[in-house]
Structure formats: structure tokens, C-alpha cells
């Protein structure tokens, strides 16, 4: 029997049951055979969920960059390890290997060094996806600093927020970056972030587009010639398995972010593991993921993961509709991508276009497809299916979250059979579970409870940066003893899972993950706004869209309310980022409220998804006349 690599489905169910029986022994097996470390740890696992403490591994030390780069020299060293596609399809694409990668990393590493960044300081990265974002990650990891990358997409206010949340000592950026046939300043964005950060006394700045940018004198620094007097040699820092790799910021229920903090041992073992099973992934293999290496998704399943498995991971740059529709095809047919992991928001904008864009490309080099971020409804799943994989490669819908680093439930390519819209079966080593909303657990079959997981898998985040006590509350308050994903889920008679979706106030809009709270402060920032409140309702491509309803602090009508319209989701794109914007905007003079103020979201719900039918229990309503105002003026 393998473990690390299960060929069959009645070896998943063997291994499985082991991971389940003996986890300690099933994780300790998995971290010997196939890591390099420079000590092994005294302990595999103590946990309490209580307090909650996990620490996998302990007393262990490693690197996790020698296990993603250095063991590989020597037998694929001129094997590519990143393969980058730059946004203009005209321009080469770049094959960095594993001995280049090794070079690159410990120059970038060189230089971080000589700026002062020591095992532990926070190292703010906010990158395009250009090769500079993959390198300064693993340089920090070579030297033990704690990157925490932030999406090149959010605001200078989001930016700002982040650094100081985990007080960042120095910010990594390039001039601008590409994105289809638009340009984006984003020096200028961290100019503005860092007039509210004193904490942040260097920038590295690396040139990818050629703007005009102004550099400040003593703070900012460009990258490229630092990198050239560098030394290729950079002995790495040995860290102790729980030492912090990264953070990396989600949002909740409240208005502020989450620092997640992932850890060292458990996250390496976990990822590779995972992304060996659930990928398939063999040595001749062109991995594909698509998505930003500013979510979890890339941390885990562009960089870690594939490269510990010294896998070739695709980088692309741009946007799946420059120069047209077809560019996902044209890059999977010119690189002969074998594993392509995308977004369900992706394929349902995609399967809008003519399929000519698909049928002009060939195709056949794909085994396995994946889909991750949000649940894949049962048409994007057979659009897919059918005209990506003609019906031949399985496809793996992925269930995790920026919280449990790595993928928790997915079926195993050629091994379990799908069933659109099932995630189906937990990884070994993961324990899920259904609660009701009493607090007890779900045995039967076919009923949507909250989505748990009761034992601890290598890479849980240990913690949110500066703030233990909202870890606990968050995750391990609601029920006991028990990990809270926040989603809900169906278990079918096989032990298949389904995800249906959030069942607190986080929203999965095109698969990013917003909170309601950060949304309506940003909106309350506006000056003619008294209060607001958002809730998702379906949308055909992004999987959910926001609906906001906001009560002014005096009316206006018709003109007006178009420019406050207009002046509101500015108000959000400056705050959180465009991605956050809101579809709909509807002006209320009330909000419907339980008689402790708080906001009964469940009926601004109904409305905005158009189901006023049957809104359910209203008797606990202070002001049940605001209700029917709002039906009569819902948008
Ligand atoms: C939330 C986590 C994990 C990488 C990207 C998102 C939703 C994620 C699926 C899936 C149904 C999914 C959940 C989860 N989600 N994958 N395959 N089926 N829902 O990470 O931003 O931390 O969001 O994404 O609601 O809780 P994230």
C-alpha cells in the first residue's frame, strides 16, 4: 500500500481508515519518506482545541526552500520548475529551472538580508503575477522572514491596513503591472498606502512595465541591480517546524481583516501531500493553476505545494479574455498543460463565449481539471466537463479555505467517481462532521448542517496574527471541540459532501471571499450615508453578486441617487478594491432590526434574491413596516 501516492479507491478507503485510526502514524510515515529535514520533531501532534493550540511536528527543524528547491538539483535541476506567461502572448514566455530557481531565490534571499530583514520580520509583498512574486516569496521563507503577500488588486487602504496590522517592516512592488491591454500603477498605490504606515522604512521596487514612477529618496530602491550584486549563495535559515512561514489576510465578520498564520513543518507536509494526490501529478507533468498567488490558492497550489513536489507550475500574468476569449485554450495548447485548476466564476464567463474559441485549440494534453473558490453549479460543471475535458478528465472540485491551508475534501482524479456539485469525500487525515444548529452532531444522511472538522490536519492556521482570541471565537466557539469552516453542507447516503455556501455574513463573490462588515463601513465612510447593510443574492457568472441597502442621512431622488450610486461603490473601491463593488444599490429609509439592533439579514436576503413569498419568522421585528418599503422599492 502507498500512501503518498493512492492509486485506487479501495486504497483510499485503506488509507483513509489509517488516517483516521492512527493519525500520528499516518502523518509521521508521510513527513519521513518524503521531506528533508535537519532534525525530526519529538512529537507529531499535540493539540487542544479549547484553547486552541495545534502544534505539528514539534522539534523538528527544516527549510521549507530546500525541500522545494535545493533536494531537486540534483536530478532535475534543469527540469523547469516555473514557467511564466506573460500577459502579452506575443511576449516569450519564460522557463525558469529548478537550478535558476536556486539561483534567483537566494540572490532575492542576499538582498532581503542586506536591507536588515531577519528570521521573523514581516515582509509585505505586493506583486503582479510576474516571476518577482514567486522568487520573493521563497526568498523569505530561505531567510525566515514571515511574508505576508497582499493581491495586487486591493486599494491603498487595504494595503496600508495589512502592513500595519502585521507591522511590516519593508514593502516589495513593481511599477505597475499588466492586465489585458490596461496598465496599473502600483508604486503610486503603495506610495499612498505608505503615507499611513511609519513602520515601513524600505521599498524594492521591480520594473515590469517602464512607467514613470517617483522613488523616494532613502525609502525606495530599485530590485534589478540589488539582485545583480547579490551572491547566488544563501545558506538557509533552519526554523522550527511551528515557526510562522506566512501570513496572509482573509476577511469576516467584522470590519478589520484576518491575519492568517500559517506554520512551517505541517503546511509543507500537507500542500505537497495534497497536491500529489489530488493533482495526480506526475514527473512529466505541465501544472496549471490560474489563480493569484495573493490568495491562498496560489501560496498553496502554485508555489508550495507543486514545488515541493518538484513539479513544473505554470505563472500567468493575465486575464482569461486578452487578446480574446480563447487565451486559457491557446496557453493550455502551447504548453501542453496536463492538471488546469481554475475558478467556477472563470468557466461560467468563459461558457458564455462561442465555443470556436475552445475548438480551435487542442486540448488533448489535459488528464485532470479543477475547480475551487465557490461551489460549481451543475451546468458550469458539464460545460466543463463536456468541452474542456471531452468528457475524459476528471474534474476535482476542490473544498478548502485561506484557514485550512491546504484542500480538505476533493474527489481523486481517476480513483473517486464525481458527481456535479459534490466535493465529495474528506482527504485522509480530515475528520468533517455536521452540526445542527443546536449544537449536535448530524448522523444521518441528507441534511444540511454546518460544516466541521473535528480532529487537527497538518496545516490548520495556528492563529490570527495579534489576535489568538478572535482565532478562538471564530473557529473553535461555536461548537465544541470542533473546528467552524462558516460553510453548510449536505452529506448524501455514500458519505459524499456538497457544500451549499456560507452560513455567516462572508459572501463568495467570482470566488473571493468579502466580508458584509468591511463593505458596509466603507460605504458608511460616505458623507451623505446614515447606515448600510449587504447581502449576496445569485448571479449567473460570479456566483453571487452584493446587494446593498442604505438609508441616507436625507433623501434625494432620481439624478441624485445615480451619482451616490456611483460615488459609493468609488467609496468601496478605494477602501477594499473593485472586487468588492456592489450591483445593486438600494436607498431605504429603514432597515429591518430585532429589538437589540441588530440587522435581519436572512430577510434582506429573501428580498434581494426576489423571494418575498415566504420570508419567515417576522415577529421578532421592531419595525416590520420598513419591510414592505423595501419589497415595494426592491431593485
Ligand atoms: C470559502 C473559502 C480555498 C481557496 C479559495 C477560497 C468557498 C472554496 C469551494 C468549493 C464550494 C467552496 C467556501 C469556503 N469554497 N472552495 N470547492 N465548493 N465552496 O479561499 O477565500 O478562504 O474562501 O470558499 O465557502 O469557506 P477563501
Given at each position: 500500500m502507498s500512501t503518498y501516492h493512492i492509486k485506487h479507491l479501495e486504497e483510499y478507503y485503506k488509507v483513509y481508515r489509517k488516517s483516521v485510526r492512527e493519525p500520528e502514524v499516518f502523518w509521521e510515515e508521510i513527513a519521513e519518506e518524503h521531506f528533508t529535514w535537519h532534525k525530526k520533531w519529538d512529537n507529531v501532534l499535540e493539540w487542544d482545541f479549547k484553547k486552541p493550540e495545534i502544534k505539528w511536528y514539534q522539534g523538528a527543524k527544516l527549510n521549507i526552500t530546500e525541500n522545494c528547491i535545493d533536494r531537486h538539483l540534483r536530478t532535475k535541476g534543469s527540469k523547469t520548475a516555473i514557467l511564466f506567461e506573460p500577459n502579452n502572448p506575443d511576449e516569450q514566455a519564460e522557463h525558469i529551472t529548478y537550478n535558476q530557481l536556486y539561483e534567483r531565490v537566494n540572490r532575492f534571499a542576499n538582498v532581503l538580508k542586506n536591507e536588515g530583514i531577519k528570521k521573523g520580520d514581516r515582509v509585505c509583498i505586493y506583486l503582479p503575477m510576474i516571476p518577482e512574486l514567486a522568487l520573493s516569496v521563497l526568498a523569505c521563507a530561505r531567510i525566515g522572514a514571515i511574508h505576508s503577500v497582499v493581491f495586487a488588486g486591493f486599494s491603498a487602504t487595504a494595503l496600508s491596513t495589512r502592513i500595519n496590522d502585521s507591522d511590516c517592516k519593508i514593502v516589495i512592488t513593481s511599477d505597475g503591472s499588466y492586465r489585458g491591454n490596461k496598465t496599473i500603477d502600483l508604486k503610486e498605490i503603495v506610495d499612498e498606502a505608505l503615507n499611513d504606515c511609519p513602520g515601513v522604512n524600505s521599498v524594492l521596487v521591480a520594473k515590469r512595465i517602464n512607467s514613470e514612477v517617483t522613488m523616494k529618496k532613502s525609502r525606495d530602491k530599485w530590485l534589478q541591480p540589488l539582485l545583480d550584486n547579490a551572491s547566488i549563495e544563501c545558506e538557509p535559515e533552519i526554523m522550527d517546524a511551528e515557526d510562522p512561514l506566512f501570513i496572509l489576510y482573509t476577511s469576516g465578520s467584522t470590519g478589520k481583516p484576518k491575519g492568517m498564520v500559517h506554520t512551517t513543518a505541517g503546511y509543507m507536509v500537507y500542500t505537497a501531500y495534497t497536491f500529489k494526490n489530488v493533482f495526480n501529478y506526475k514527473d512529466n507533468d505541465i501544472y496549471w493553476c490560474t489563480a493569484d498567488i495573493g490568495w491562498i490558492t496560489g501560496h498553496s497550489y502554485i508555489v508550495y505545494g507543486p514545488l515541493a513536489n518538484g513539479a513544473t507550475t505554470v505563472m500567468f500574468e493575465g486575464v482569461p479574455s486578452y487578446p480574446d476569449f480563447g487565451r486559457f485554450w491557446e496557453i493550455v495548447e502551447k504548453h501542453k498543460i496536463t492538471q488546469f485548476y481554475t475558478a467556477p466564476t472563470a468557466i461560467r464567463a468563459l461558457a458564455k463565449e462561442n465555443l470556436d474559441y475552445i475548438n480551435k485549440y487542442d486540448l488533448s494534453s489535459l488528464k485532470v481539471l479543477g475547480s475551487v473558490g465557490e461551489p460549481i453549479n451543475e451546468e458550469a460543471w458539464h460545460w466543463y466537463n463536456d468541452n474542456i475535458g471531452k468528457k475524459k478528465s476528471p474534474i476535482v472540485d476542490t473544498w478548502w479555505q485561506t484557514e485550512t491551508g491546504g484542500i480538505l475534501i476533493s474527489p481523486l482524479p481517476y480513483i473517486t467517481p464525481t458527481i456535479p456539485t459534490f466535493a465529495s469525500l474528506p482527504l485522509p487525515g480530515i475528520q468533517p462532521c455536521l452540526m445542527d444548529e443546536k449544537g449536535e452532531e448530524i448522523t444521518a444522511n441528507q441534511i444540511d448542517g454546518r460544516l466541521c472538522i473535528k480532529y487537527p490536519w497538518p496545516s490548520i492556521a495556528r492563529t490570527i496574527w495579534g489576535n489568538h482570541q478572535r482565532y478562538k471565537e471564530t473557529y473553535?466557539?461555536?461548537?465544541?471541540d470542533k473546528y467552524f469552516t462558516g460553510d453548510g453542507a449536505l452529506r448524501d447516503t455514500v458519505g459524499y459532501y456538497r457544500i451549499t455556501g456560507r452560513v455567516d455574513d462572508v459572501i463568495i463573490v467570482s470566488g473571493h471571499n468579502l466580508g458584509t462588515a468591511p463593505i458596509e463601513d466603507a460605504i458608511n465612510?460616505?458623507?451623505?450615508?446614515a447606515e448600510s447593510a449587504v447581502v449576496g443574492f445569485p448571479h449567473d457568472i460570479k456566483g453571487n453578486a452584493l446587494y446593498g441597502y442604505v438609508i441616507l442621512k436625507e433623501t434625494g431622488e432620481g439624478r441624485l441617487h445615480d451619482n451616490l450610486r456611483k460615488e459609493i461603490n468609488q467609496m468601496i473601491t478605494e477602501h477594499i478594491g473593485s472586487i468588492a463593488k456592489l450591483n445593486k444599490i438600494q436607498f431605504t429609509t429603514g432597515l429591518p432590526k430585532t429589538r437589540s439592533g441588530k440587522i435581519m439579514r436572512r430577510i434582506l436576503r429573501k428580498i434581494a434574491c426576489n423571494e418575498t413569498d415566504n420570508l419567515g419568522d417576522t415577529s421578532t421585528l421592531l419595525n416590520p413596516e420598513v419591510v414592505q418599503e423595501i419589497i415595494d422599492n426592491a431593485l
Amino acid at each position: 500500500m502507498s500512501t503518498y501516492h493512492i492509486k485506487h479507491l479501495e486504497e483510499y478507503y485503506k488509507v483513509y481508515r489509517k488516517s483516521v485510526r492512527e493519525p500520528e502514524v499516518f502523518w509521521e510515515e508521510i513527513a519521513e519518506e518524503h521531506f528533508t529535514w535537519h532534525k525530526k520533531w519529538d512529537n507529531v501532534l499535540e493539540w487542544d482545541f479549547k484553547k486552541p493550540e495545534i502544534k505539528w511536528y514539534q522539534g523538528a527543524k527544516l527549510n521549507i526552500t530546500e525541500n522545494c528547491i535545493d533536494r531537486h538539483l540534483r536530478t532535475k535541476g534543469s527540469k523547469t520548475a516555473i514557467l511564466f506567461e506573460p500577459n502579452n502572448p506575443d511576449e516569450q514566455a519564460e522557463h525558469i529551472t529548478y537550478n535558476q530557481l536556486y539561483e534567483r531565490v537566494n540572490r532575492f534571499a542576499n538582498v532581503l538580508k542586506n536591507e536588515g530583514i531577519k528570521k521573523g520580520d514581516r515582509v509585505c509583498i505586493y506583486l503582479p503575477m510576474i516571476p518577482e512574486l514567486a522568487l520573493s516569496v521563497l526568498a523569505c521563507a530561505r531567510i525566515g522572514a514571515i511574508h505576508s503577500v497582499v493581491f495586487a488588486g486591493f486599494s491603498a487602504t487595504a494595503l496600508s491596513t495589512r502592513i500595519n496590522d502585521s507591522d511590516c517592516k519593508i514593502v516589495i512592488t513593481s511599477d505597475g503591472s499588466y492586465r489585458g491591454n490596461k496598465t496599473i500603477d502600483l508604486k503610486e498605490i503603495v506610495d499612498e498606502a505608505l503615507n499611513d504606515c511609519p513602520g515601513v522604512n524600505s521599498v524594492l521596487v521591480a520594473k515590469r512595465i517602464n512607467s514613470e514612477v517617483t522613488m523616494k529618496k532613502s525609502r525606495d530602491k530599485w530590485l534589478q541591480p540589488l539582485l545583480d550584486n547579490a551572491s547566488i549563495e544563501c545558506e538557509p535559515e533552519i526554523m522550527d517546524a511551528e515557526d510562522p512561514l506566512f501570513i496572509l489576510y482573509t476577511s469576516g465578520s467584522t470590519g478589520k481583516p484576518k491575519g492568517m498564520v500559517h506554520t512551517t513543518a505541517g503546511y509543507m507536509v500537507y500542500t505537497a501531500y495534497t497536491f500529489k494526490n489530488v493533482f495526480n501529478y506526475k514527473d512529466n507533468d505541465i501544472y496549471w493553476c490560474t489563480a493569484d498567488i495573493g490568495w491562498i490558492t496560489g501560496h498553496s497550489y502554485i508555489v508550495y505545494g507543486p514545488l515541493a513536489n518538484g513539479a513544473t507550475t505554470v505563472m500567468f500574468e493575465g486575464v482569461p479574455s486578452y487578446p480574446d476569449f480563447g487565451r486559457f485554450w491557446e496557453i493550455v495548447e502551447k504548453h501542453k498543460i496536463t492538471q488546469f485548476y481554475t475558478a467556477p466564476t472563470a468557466i461560467r464567463a468563459l461558457a458564455k463565449e462561442n465555443l470556436d474559441y475552445i475548438n480551435k485549440y487542442d486540448l488533448s494534453s489535459l488528464k485532470v481539471l479543477g475547480s475551487v473558490g465557490e461551489p460549481i453549479n451543475e451546468e458550469a460543471w458539464h460545460w466543463y466537463n463536456d468541452n474542456i475535458g471531452k468528457k475524459k478528465s476528471p474534474i476535482v472540485d476542490t473544498w478548502w479555505q485561506t484557514e485550512t491551508g491546504g484542500i480538505l475534501i476533493s474527489p481523486l482524479p481517476y480513483i473517486t467517481p464525481t458527481i456535479p456539485t459534490f466535493a465529495s469525500l474528506p482527504l485522509p487525515g480530515i475528520q468533517p462532521c455536521l452540526m445542527d444548529e443546536k449544537g449536535e452532531e448530524i448522523t444521518a444522511n441528507q441534511i444540511d448542517g454546518r460544516l466541521c472538522i473535528k480532529y487537527p490536519w497538518p496545516s490548520i492556521a495556528r492563529t490570527i496574527w495579534g489576535n489568538h482570541q478572535r482565532y478562538k471565537e471564530t473557529y473553535f466557539s461555536a461548537y465544541e471541540d470542533k473546528y467552524f469552516t462558516g460553510d453548510g453542507a449536505l452529506r448524501d447516503t455514500v458519505g459524499y459532501y456538497r457544500i451549499t455556501g456560507r452560513v455567516d455574513d462572508v459572501i463568495i463573490v467570482s470566488g473571493h471571499n468579502l466580508g458584509t462588515a468591511p463593505i458596509e463601513d466603507a460605504i458608511n465612510e460616505h458623507p451623505a450615508v446614515a447606515e448600510s447593510a449587504v447581502v449576496g443574492f445569485p448571479h449567473d457568472i460570479k456566483g453571487n453578486a452584493l446587494y446593498g441597502y442604505v438609508i441616507l442621512k436625507e433623501t434625494g431622488e432620481g439624478r441624485l441617487h445615480d451619482n451616490l450610486r456611483k460615488e459609493i461603490n468609488q467609496m468601496i473601491t478605494e477602501h477594499i478594491g473593485s472586487i468588492a463593488k456592489l450591483n445593486k444599490i438600494q436607498f431605504t429609509t429603514g432597515l429591518p432590526k430585532t429589538r437589540s439592533g441588530k440587522i435581519m439579514r436572512r430577510i434582506l436576503r429573501k428580498i434581494a434574491c426576489n423571494e418575498t413569498d415566504n420570508l419567515g419568522d417576522t415577529s421578532t421585528l421592531l419595525n416590520p413596516e420598513v419591510v414592505q418599503e423595501i419589497i415595494d422599492n426592491a431593485l
